[in-house]
């Protein structure tokens, strides 16, 4: 996420040979067995990523997780086209460069850090009015903020009634409970505890009680395996990149 766009804004002395190097090797995995739908292009695998072989596209930069969510994007055009307004929190450029380009689509980007998004905008805190945004896209950003239930709570202020929020997340699919514990933050017991240094806990399924706490009605969705093993192998997808969608009720619950 941040490391990926911090590096498309590395000076362009640096960028140069990056590129470069990116384009030599889309040269050298040209292929057909791997297909990022983010971008539209093949190659005989993936660049290996830091802790699992045949995770990232040459081209686009794109992990499992937003090939996942593109492809969602894609099987559901309804929520594009219908959408008016979106706000991406810390955005993926990736996925960023194919909803710029959304006929439509009123399309904001938003990040705690000034340089990798239009809006500055805290979670937690989020200064925008009520009902004011359409939809939401955030994913693996939850995992890095203390409290996440203050940023599930403004994401549901902000949306407009009707509107929706796409949340994706590390997950441990097998384990029952979300875990956290405030006294693990040296980042190496980070890493160990919660999968990385610089993550605050660990989810389980059960974020989606976390996500129905301010009112939104939420799906867990299991995307890769609803796209079946053909799909999942062609995209190299991962079986834990759940989508959780959520969506403002239109009208006030009764009571
Ligand atoms: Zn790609």
């Known amino acids: 996420m941040p490391t990926t766009i911090a590096n498309l804004r590395a000076p362009l002395h ?3 040979p990056a590129a ?7 040269l050298r995995h040209r292929g057909a067995t791997v297909a990022c739908p983010v971008c539209g292009h093949a190659f005989d695998r993936f660049k290996d990523d830091w802790n699992r072989p045949n995770a990232i596209c040459w081209r686009c930069g794109a992990h499992e997780r937003q090939r996942a969510l ?3 994007l894609e099987r559901h055009p309804e929520l594009l086209a219908g959408a008016g307004e979106l706000l991406h929190f810390a955005p993926e450029w990736c996925l960023e460069r194919r909803l710029r380009a959304v006929p439509g689509l009123r399309y904001r980007t938003a990040d705690l850090d ?3 998004g239009e809006l500055q905008l805290d979670i937690t805190e989020i200064a925008l009015p009520d009902g004011s945004v359409d939809a939401v896209l955030c994913s693996h950003v939850l995992e890095h903020i203390e409290d996440d239930r203050a940023a599930i709570a403004e994401l549901a202020r902000v949306l407009r009634p009707g509107g929706w929020l796409l949340v994706m ?11 956290e ?3 693990i933050v040296a980042p190496a017991e980070r890493q160990r505890a919660f999968w990385q240094y610089d993550h605050v806990r660990l ?3 059960d974020i989606a009680e976390r996500l129905r706490a301010p009112g939104l009605q939420v ?5 890769t395996r609803a796209l079946g093993p053909a799909l999942a192998a062609r995209h190299r997808l991962l079986d834990a990149d759940d989508v959780f969608h959520c969506v403002r009720p239109a009208a006030a619950a009764p009571g």
Not at 20 to 26: F, I, K, T, V
Request: aromatic share 14%; charged share 30%; proline share 11%.
């Open 181 to 183: 514990d405030p006294s």
């Open 169 to 179: 997340v590390p997950l441990d699919v097998d384990r029952a409970a979300t875990w």
């Open 203 to 205: 989810y389980a399924p």
């Open 20 to 26: 470069l190097q990116r384009r030599a090797a889309m």
């Open 114 to 116: 000034p340089r990798l």
């Open 14 to 16: 640096k960028r140069v």
């Open 219 to 223: 799906e867990r969705v299991r995307w």
């Open 70 to 72: 593109w492809l969602y």
